[in-house]
């Protein structure tokens, strides 16, 4: 799916359905209500890396009736520093889903060098996430501030003290090319809502900060199929779920009975509190008190549970109670992610193969 490059003033006459920024007020500074309408996806795979693979535009529209606002766009800085010809097809991806109808969040999100460098070396690390960021934002210039957002760095893998500088730096790169942009950023290192708690906001009105979602990972994570972790060898457990219950209790003795205590113990210990949507709701409760607190809107970029070895019943309850969760106090959200391990379609090529009781977890609709 390649379209030409739109003008800013053509896109600015698109019309559009309800984008993230509808449900905003033009200045934050002034308003102690602070709703964000997003019900979104993330979309990796793309400009994430060289050989990206764009979603048809059957697939997008798709996704528009399905109910879905929001594109999360994962881009590599490594990707944006090659040169003017990925400069050029990042924009071109960006103008064809807004003209599809969606707002898209231009999240910067580290290839493995990148994130490398960040973790061992952060003012290096650092310096290369200015650099494209002054490279991409003259792409996000060009683009509607109402449906475009820059998400200046997923995960940053450093200390809080060294991301609060490099956060800043980085909205300030931004905001030199973008004024009007709402810039989104999460805290350091895995924007975890437990992170927010001692997190000031930027120094800026028009910002949103951003959380993921994945606990307990040893439900949503069961099987993970990378790293060295003993996620990789937890299977079969449910959600809800409590430490005494007979199918619970039935998998820690099989993990320890092949001698993997590791993984043993990492299930009794994320058990520790119950699984149960009241859990999650407490969660969210801090988000929402954090952003009470500072004025400051959040969102939820990623949530999701991995297809590898759960059962459907399971995984769609969690959706369900993560989406709900944060809907009710106004966070809106981007389900990690369309088709791959997480995802919930079996290719971006094809209309074919959706999940049903996926969008209806997300949605509370069939289709």
């Known amino acids: ?88 097809r990042i924009e071109e991806g960006v103008a064809a889903l807004v003209a599809a109808g969606f707002a898209v969040l231009a ?38 501030a109402d449906r475009v957002y820059p998400e200046l760095l997923n995960e940053p893998p450093m200390a809080r003290a060294a991301w609060l500088s490099l956060r800043d730096r980085l909205a300030e790169t931004v905001r030199a090319a973008c004024p009007h942009h709402i810039v989104i950023w999460g805290p350091a290192p895995d924007h975890g809502i437990w992170q927010l708690d001692g997190t000031p906001p930027l120094d800026d009105d028009r910002q949103i900060a951003a959380v993921h979602f994945y606990a307990p990972m040893a439900f949503t994570h069961q099987c993970q199929s990378w790293g060295a972790s003993p996620l990789a060898r937890i299977r079969g457990l449910p959600f809800p779920a409590t430490r005494d219950m007979p199918i619970v209790a039935k998998r820690i003795a099989a993990l320890r009975a092949a001698g993997d205590e590791a993984a043993a113990l990492l299930v009794e210990e994320q058990l520790t509190t119950d699984w149960t949507e009241a859990a999650i709701d407490a969660e969210f409760e801090k988000a929402a008190g954090w952003s009470a607190a500072t004025r400051c809107p959040v969102m939820l970029n990623e949530f999701g549970v991995l297809d590898f070895c759960v059962d459907a019943a399971s995984r769609t309850a969690w959706v369900r109670a993560v989406r709900r969760a944060a809907e009710a106090r106004g966070i809106g959200w981007a389900y990690w992610e369309l088709d791959q391990g997480f995802g919930f379609i079996e290719s971006r090529t094809s209309t074919e193969g959706f999940d049903s009781t996926m969008l209806h977890a997300l949605f509370g609709t069939g289709g």
């Open 107 to 144: 999240d910067l999100h580290p290839s493995t060098g990148l994130h490398a460098a960040l973790r061992t070396d952060p003012e290096v690390g650092g310096a290369r996430v200015v650099a494209a960021w002054s490279a991409l934002r003259s792409v996000i210039a060009d683009l509607p």
């Open 1 to 88: 799916m390649r379209s030409p490059a739109l003008s800013r003033r053509r896109m600015l006459s698109l019309a559009g359905a309800s984008f993230l920024a509808t449900s905003l007020p033009p200045s934050f500074s002034a308003t102690t209500e602070r709703r964000v309408s997003s019900r979104g996806v993330n979309l990796p795979g793309w400009f994430d890396r060289e050989d990206g693979l764009a979603p048809a535009q059957a697939v997008l529209e798709k996704l528009r009736r399905s109910g879905f606002e929001t594109i999360r766009l994962p881009i590599d800085g490594d990707v944006v520093l090659s040169g003017a010809t990925a400069l050029r």
